[in-house]
């Protein structure tokens, strides 16, 4: 059974492609509204926060804090969106590229920098985090998918995309997480998040997704 994370990955997902598909139909019904005059704050609200109350029940306190992890915009998220930034861009690329930065604080995707596998201050605190579920829920086992940008060689594409996969899987193994609770996969420049025509898309595109399945 998928749980917790896996429904929180499907749901990001299900709304990056839902906000380029109602922005595309909004474009073909003849409305007239500029990118310019989108409004350059989007608010994002995924679940509900669940504080959690008792110091004597630490179990309870525990879930509470893995609950918080996987729903990890529970508070609402303030997205500003800088549209028309590249003109390289068509409209629809840009909504793709705005509706894949809503991803980039997620603790589930990992980016770095060009033709690099290392990880970044940001990076290990995501990684944290994760380390802190697996931590308290043995049986969760994960699969690192990685990826790269277009540019380049597709042979070379694929071994940066599968080394950045398991510079991630190398880290959590350091912090004692068990390698065959791990499975890193490398995909190239394969299911792009957005056009590669721009930098920050580049940007976004080298990346090591992460998913979490708990039985």
Known sequence: MFIGVKIYHLTMMTIFY??????????????????????????????????????????VADTADIEEDLTENSKPTNV??????????????????KAAQMLASSHFYIFFETNSNELSPKAIEKLDRIYKILSKKIDAKLTLNGYSDSIGALSINQMVSEVRA?????????RGIKPSRMM??????????????SAEGRRLNRRVEIELTIP
């Open 80 to 97: 500003f969106a800088e549209t028309g930034s590249d003109h390289n861009l068509s409209g629809l690329e840009e909504i793709r590229l």
């Open 166 to 174: 398991y510079s991630v899987k190398s880290y959590l193994s350091g």
């Open 184 to 197: 890193a996969l490398g995909h190239g420049a394969e299911k792009s998040l957005a056009s590669n025509k």
């Open 18 to 59: 839902c906000l380029c598909t109602l922005w595309a139909m909004m474009s073909l019904s003849g409305c007239n509204q500029s990118p310019k005059n989108i409004p350059s704050e989007i608010t994002l609200i995924i679940g509900q926060e669940k504080p959690s109350n008792g110091l004597a029940e630490e179990s």
